[in-house]
Nanobody, 125 residues
Framework: QVQVVESGGGSVQAGGSLRLSCVAS????????LGWFRQGPGKEREFVAG????????NYTESVKGRFTISRENWKNTVYLQMVSLKPEDTAVYYC??????????????????WGQGTQVTVSS
């Protein structure tokens, strides 16, 4: 049984930092690309960042480039999202997802195989 569990969310002031973690079990973690998505209040779920199975390829949505960093430790079955210089518009539930891709990453949420339950990030001004 595959489980994807996010942690690390919380409340911070604008300009602050948080690091989200996501542990995926029940799958061959090193064979999966991982993505972080978010859904803000009244908004649709959007792609935030992705990392290939090898960790060599990453991509980000434009609004987080230079502020967020995605990384992974395959020996820990864990992917991270380091967030700095947080803004109120980053407030959302953040989701981790896994997809079995031969190479690269994708922003296409409907293609992901497994999802976590999400972790809340709240940024106050």
């Amino acid at each position: 049984q595959v489980q994807v569990v996010e942690s690390g969310g919380g409340s911070v002031q604008a300009g602050g930092s948080l690091r989200l973690s996501c542990v995926a079990s029940g799958l061959t973690f090193s064979s999966y690309s991982l993505g972080w998505f978010r859904q803000g209040p009244g908004k649709e779920r959007e792609f935030v960042a992705g990392i290939s199975w090898s960790g060599r390829h990453t991509n980000y949505t434009e609004s987080v480039k230079g502020r967020f960093t995605i990384s992974r430790e395959n020996w820990k079955n864990t992917v991270y999202l380091q967030m700095v210089s947080l803004k109120p518009e980053d407030t959302a539930v953040y989701y981790c997802a896994a997809i079995n891709l031969v190479a690269g990453t994708t922003w296409q949420a409907w293609r992901y195989d497994y999802w976590g339950q999400g972790t809340q990030v709240t940024v106050s001004s």
